[in-house]
């Protein structure tokens, strides 16, 4: 089956500097990349997703990339904000059905 | 809208106990997910069901089984409960395939002692 990998597991920038959590996936077949954010106590919510026959997608101050000839992605987070404070998930999925999650990234954002 | 919920939001079980974790979607979606959270470990999944009476195996489903007895609601069973499936579990569900935004419930805490 797929398999995830997320790196880093934890991850301190400054207020205003980028954040950059990177991706790996091992099933060729996957075709949908999502992101999830996770508030301390709170559900994961989605934040950005990219499909497999786009390279790139942003949405104000989030963006990802994809690469499907090396077989992953990644989320950018530009100008971050204390609130940004929250750990992410990267996902994938293929036409089994199943979406497997990466480890999560702990973001701290320090004002 | 209520979206995902779950029922209970907090569990304690002693070794051997059995129970079940409801989860229950008023959006029509055709698809369901049990995933359980460790530290570290992120979101692995249970079980899914693609659709009412059809239910699937995930990464990790030794010790839990399911029913989808009707499209809205989707449950975990811990037939004898062990101290390893101390965790908090979370239900989500998709529209139709696992290609869209998953909406997850917010998550139930089990602890087994």
């Known amino acids: 089956g797929e398999n995830v990998e997320q790196h880093p597991s934890t991850l301190s920038v400054q207020e205003g500097d980028s954040a950059v959590i990177k991706c790996t996936y091992s099933?060729?077949?996957?075709?949908?990349f999502p992101w999830y954010k996770q508030e301390l106590g709170k559900r994961p919510q989605l934040i950005i997703d990219?499909?497999?026959?786009?390279g790139e997608k942003k949405d104000q101050r989030i963006a990802v990339t994809l690469n499907k000839t090396a077989k992953h992605f990644s989320l950018h987070i530009t100008e971050t904000q204390p609130e940004d404070s929250a750990v992410y998930f990267c996902?994938?999925?293929?036409?089994?059905?199943?979406?497997?999650f990466g480890a999560g990234t702990r973001l701290t954002v320090k004002p | 809208n209520a979206g995902v919920t779950q029922t209970p939001k907090f569990r304690v079980l002693k070794t051997g106990q059995s129970m079940t974790l409801l989860c229950a979607q008023d959006?029509?979606?055709?698809?369901m997910y049990w995933y359980r959270q460790d530290p570290g470990m992120g979101l692995r999944l249970i079980h899914y069901?693609?659709?009412?009476?059809?239910?699937a195996k995930g990464e990790v489903p030794d010790g839990y089984n399911v029913s989808r007895l009707k499209k809205q609601n989707f449950l975990l069973g811990l037939e004898s409960a062990a101290p390893s499936q101390t965790s908090v579990y979370f239900c989500?569900?998709?529209?139709?395939?696992?290609?869209?935004?998953?909406?997850f419930g917010q998550g139930t805490r089990l602890t087994v002692v």
């Open positions: 989500a569900s998709t529209q139709n395939r696992a290609h869209t935004e998953a909406f």
């Open positions: 099933d060729s077949a996957s075709n949908y």
């Open positions: 990219i499909r497999s026959n786009v």
């Open positions: 996902a994938a999925s293929n036409n089994n059905n199943d979406m497997r």
């Open positions: 959006m029509n979606h055709e698809y």
């Open positions: 069901s693609v659709g009412e009476g059809t239910t």
